[in-house]
């Protein structure tokens, strides 16, 4: 395990890394594009201003890390928990995410638009504000989610779990529903369903 390690504008483009264990490290501005990770583990390990393009994390677990401004274009996270990390002004779009556990992670004002998010667990997560039309949410976990200014036009939240609360905060106006929600939506906003 490594442990309070800085590796601040550490080039490490283009590793594999298998079981390792981070703690606290600070990866600020280190170019890690098209690394490659298998079961490793950071936790509360800062990546501000990195560079992870073009990187691969498979069943590797990301527990309370920062990502500030990090570049994530065509990152691919599989199997993977980003558990109560923060992402601050991330291009998140172009990242693939396959049962992905997102629980508790900080997207406030990110920018999701049009982006697969199928089947993630995103529990509790921090969405307020953020950009999620067009995005593919079916079979989604929203379940205690921070919905509050959620932007849902064109979003396919059929099969998706949401929490009551998150169906009063959040504008579903132009989102595509099954009716199971549909029903849910019109209880949590006091109507009668006979």
Request: glycine share 10%; net charge negative.
């Given at each position: 395990m490594e442990a309070d390690e800085?590796?601040?504008?550490?080039?490490?483009?283009?590793?594999?890394?298998?079981?390792?264990?981070?703690?606290?490290?600070?990866?600020?501005?280190?170019?890690?594009?098209?690394?490659?990770?298998?079961?490793?583990t950071f936790t509360e390990c800062v990546f501000d201003r990195s560079d992870l393009g073009g990187s691969e994390h498979t069943a590797t677990a990301f527990r309370s890390?920062?990502?500030?401004?990090?570049?994530?274009?065509?990152?691919?996270?599989?199997?993977?928990?980003?558990?109560?990390?923060?992402?601050?002004?991330?291009?998140?779009?172009?990242?693939?995410?396959?049962?992905?556990?997102?629980?508790?992670?900080?997207l406030s004002r990110a920018n999701l638009r049009r982006a697969s998010l199928r089947g993630l667990r995103l529990r509790e997560a921090n969405l307020e504000d953020a950009d999620l039309r067009d995005a593919d949410l079916r079979d989604a976990d929203l379940t205690g989610a921070r919905l509050r200014g959620c932007r849902f036009d064109g979003a396919d939240l059929r099969g998706a779990r949401l929490g009551a609360d998150g169906l009063v905060a959040a504008d579903l106006r132009g989102a595509r529903v099954d009716v199971d929600t549909a029903i849910a939506f019109a209880a949590a906003h006091g109507l009668r369903v006979d």
């Open positions: 800085d590796y601040t504008d550490a080039v490490l483009a283009g590793q594999r890394w298998e079981g390792r264990s981070f703690v606290r490290c600070d990866f600020t501005e280190a170019d890690l594009h098209g690394l490659v990770t298998s079961g490793c890390c920062r990502f500030d401004r990090a570049v994530l274009g065509s990152a691919v996270f599989r199997s993977s928990t980003l558990l109560g990390s923060l992402f601050v002004d991330c291009g998140l779009r172009t990242i693939t995410w396959e049962e992905t556990d997102l629980t508790l992670a900080g």
